[in-house]
């Protein structure tokens, strides 16, 4: 017979895509599901349940299984007691409705910890809603890279400005303000200069679902990029008061501020206020000093004692306990959200991970904008209700934020609990089909994110693959900077675990050729290791597969080779000119980033540079540094080496005989750092040269003891040595008499001085703070 038709209510749904639709939870009340024991009699078990004074009808469904339409006024508890009596029925059952659990077919987004149920729980949620776009959050930071791929579709556009007609077309005193403003700067542009701001933006908007890197928490939104300082110089207050006052006039509902530092400053207070009166949500992270901000305030997270439109956010991490850096208070801070190692985007198109509040408050207001987007008529107190009333209660947040829980986002947008499942009877198992082939890879594919570049591999295998032996230890891939890092093996899906993506590390864009070697240990799911050379035995040394592809993008660092025979002429004589500083050690604070920076006042064609760098520091294992020349060109001297081993004193020299791998902590004589300082060979070393230290765990502090720049010069040149340590910044307020002798070369006449980039309630060190409020990392 002809199943009966389910109501006006899914047809409509087909075609209104639209609008967010919840469908209720539940099951037909006038319907139910019978299983018999077997699957031969099907005329037989049809009669019988037409028959039945409950049914007014049956229909077949295949493998024992029939529904059944009740009669009008038969409940379904009746209706499964009478037909459970029909002889051969196994089971009855309810037919329940069930939703599609929406996953984001983003590569990368299996490695967002931070979204599934120990996160905000975003996947469940995206059943109901992944956003309209109707809800405009501005970004107020660094600025946001509005090129990137995985941004560009979700960011805002002023539908008063004219792109590129060098006109300020609706007079706000921006031209070109497209994507939003830069307040910094005074102009229309809020490209990114550091990365946090777009990081942020990822969290709260990546584009979802468009098969390339990370998801954010709405696939659909729009983000106005608000500029208003630098990720190394932070920024002042007063402009993030104007940024605020743009995104209000411009139709913003939420503001996210993942920043803070400072006192109390009226007009940033006033400006909040000026957004609850426009109806507007402040999103603030609570700071990462790990203090309770109801006895020492965090500002602006601290305006909400006298404003009930902004939302403080601390941070957890991937076990739900606060993160040991997250500030607290049951009286100042609203909510917590993921905060540690959070994988999003990062300027230039790349991605990376990063933590902080400054990461937890974003995820508040990706989730405000689905709630905005689903509820459009709400007020600002019925989303922050809403919010207060929907959070997973947690006991490692009792008594250190408001509402005692962590942000889930099912629960804010009321995804409806699964049904239970109806359980089949048992199923004989398959019968076994001997097989004893080994898998082999059929095609493989180098990738990248962006042109120019390599950041995975597509790989395809004959057969089904046991996922347990497809490790990071059954692959090896080097490049032209030699081994490679895997991040994530992730399955294709729908491929029935034939095809995988594997995720590096880090996107490559040094031009060469790269090799990823496979195998021999992958297994199929039938036990038997790979036969590449499809000999019939499985996991030899012939059976690891080997795919090589050559990269064009940036010119790679030549390698170091040993230099030819020299002629047997006269060497000519050389000398060195060294700059060095500081004058006093330099704090290398937990999970920061430490700069000190050297002005070259000599006009030096690069020939030879070797860099020296004394520190203390607990554990080597948490270091990345670099040196950064004046024209942008960086190498990274050390990464992650020496594991828990303590402390360095190292001359990093590209002709020294032992490279990183080859040492132990504590670390000193010469190596050959991680990339080759040759790299800067041919430029004018004159300008201002970065030592940029990054500490990236917690747990070890440390001090930089010293350091010194060290260029090849010829025997003639004038000066041998120079103690010269000073800023671009120092120059900037000098008097024409100090400038005068820098270009000179009198570098006795200036003091030393190191910079490290602020965090929270910091400023920059020197005699005069250039910042209220600043970035935290």
């Known amino acids: 017979m002809t199943r009966r038709a389910r109501g006006p209510f899914r047809a409509r749904l087909q075609f209104d895509r639209l609008e967010d639709r919840a469908m209720p939870a539940g099951f037909d009340p006038g319907r139910i599901l019978v299983t018999f024991n077997d699957s031969a009699n099907e005329a037989g078990h049809l009669a019988a349940l037409v028959q039945s004074p409950v049914s007014e009808g049956a229909s077949r469904l295949g493998f024992g299984l029939y529904e059944v339409d009740l009669t009008a006024g038969v409940s379904v508890d009746t209706g499964r007691a009478r037909l ?3 002889a051969g029925v196994v089971a009855t059952s309810p037919d329940f409705r069930v939703f599609p659990d929406a ?19 975003a996947r469940a949620a995206w059943s109901v809603s992944t956003g309209t776009g109707r809800t405009i959050v501005a970004v107020i930071d660094t600025g946001v890279d509005y090129t990137h791929p995985d941004l560009a579709r979700n960011i805002w556009r002023n539908p ?10 609706d007079g706000n005193g921006f031209v070109d303000d497209v994507f939003g403003a830069n307040f910094a700067t005074n102009n229309g542009n809020p490209m990114d200069d550091g990365g946090h701001g777009t990081h942020v933006a990822g969290i709260i908007g990546a584009v979802g679902n468009n098969g390339i890197g990370v998801s954010g928490v709405a696939w659909t939104t729009q983000i106005m990029a608000l500029r208003f300082m630098s990720a190394t110089t932070g920024g002042y207050t007063s402009d993030a008061v104007r940024a605020m006052d743009y995104a209000i006039a411009n139709g913003a509902k939420i503001l996210n501020v993942s920043w803070g530092g400072g006192d109390v400053y009226q007009p940033l207070q006033a400006a909040m206020a000026r957004a609850r009166s426009a109806g507007a949500i402040v999103v603030a992270a609570a700071g990462n000093n790990a203090r309770n901000t109801d006895s020492t305030p965090f500002y602006p997270a601290g305006y909400i004692a006298g404003l009930d439109n902004v939302v403080t956010v601390a941070a957890t991490d991937s076990a739900d306990n606060l993160a040991s850096y997250s500030n607290y208070g049951p009286g100042t801070v609203t909510i917590a959200a993921p905060g540690s190692s959070i994988l999003s985007t990062l300027s230039g198109g790349g991605y990376g991970t990063k933590s902080g509040t400054s990461m ?11 709630l905005w987007d689903k509820n459009p008529t709400w007020s600002y107190q019925q989303i922050v209700a809403k919010l207060k009333l929907s959070v997973d209660t947690l006991s490692s947040l009792s008594g250190k934020v408001a509402t005692g829980g962590r942000i889930d986002l099912a629960k804010l947008l009321d995804v409806p609990p699964p049904a239970p499942p109806v359980v089949p009877p048992p199923a004989s198992p398959p019968p076994a089909i001997g097989d004893t082939v080994g898998p082999r890879v059929l095609s493989a594919t180098f990738n990248g994110s962006k042109a120019g570049s390599f950041d995975r591999v597509r790989v395809k295998f004959s057969e089904s693959i046991n996922l347990a032996t497809f490790t990071a230890s059954a692959i090896a891939i080097s490049g032209p900077t030699g081994t490679l890092t895997v991040s994530a093996i992730l399955p294709v899906s729908g491929t029935n675990n034939t095809q995988f993506q594997l995720m590096f590390s880090k996107i490559q864009t040094i031009s060469g050729s790269y090799t990823v070697a496979l195998g021999p240990t992958i297994r199929d799911v039938a036990g038997n290791a790979m036969d590449q050379n499809f000999n019939g035995i499985n996991a030899e040394v012939g059976d690891t597969y080997i795919l090589s592809a050559t990269l064009v993008g940036t010119p790679a660092v030549p390698p170091v080779v040993p230099p030819p025979p020299s002629p047997p002429v006269a060497a000519v004589p050389t000398s060195r000119i060294s700059y060095t500083g500081p004058a006093a050690p330099v704090a290398i604070n937990d999970s920061r980033t430490t700069r ?32 950064v020349a004046p024209d942008g060109r960086a190498v990274t001297l050390f990464n992650r080496r020496g594991g828990s081993g303590a402390n360095l004193n190292l001359t990093f020299d590209d002709q020294a005989t032992l490279g990183l791998a080859s040492g132990t902590a504590p670390f000193t ?17 004159r300008g201002v040269w970065s030592l940029q230290i990054f ?19 010829p025997a003639a040149a004038s000066t041998s040595v120079r103690p010269v340590s000073v800023t671009a910044r120092d120059l900037m307020g000098a008097t024409d008499d100090v400038k005068d002798a820098v270009l000179k070369g009198r570098g006795d006449v200036l003091a030393t001085r190191s910079i490290a980039p602020p965090i929270e309630g910091s400023v920059l060190s020197g005699a005069k703070p250039l910042a209220v409020g600043v970035v935290k990392r």
């Open 84 to 86: 459970s009596g029909i």
């Open 103 to 121: 996953v984001a077919n983003d590569p990368q987004v299996g490695s967002q910890w931070s979204l599934a149920s120990t996160g905000i729980n």
């Open 160 to 169: 008063r400005e004219i792109a590129g007609n060098d006109v300020d077309d």
């Open 360 to 370: 937890a408050a974003p995820f508040v207001s990706g989730a405000l904008a689905l």
């Open 596 to 627: 000190i920076e050297f002005t070259v006042t000599d006009n030096i064609t690069v020939t030879d540079l070797n860099v020296l760098v004394n520190l203390t520091h607990g554990r080597l294992g948490d270091l990345n540094f670099r040196i």
């Open 669 to 685: 004589g010469s190596y050959r750092p991680e990339q080759l300082l040759s790299l800067f060979n041919g430029m004018n070393a």
């Open 695 to 713: 500490d990236l765990a917690a747990g070890f502090t440390g001090t930089v003891n010293s350091v010194s720049l060290s260029f090849a010069s």
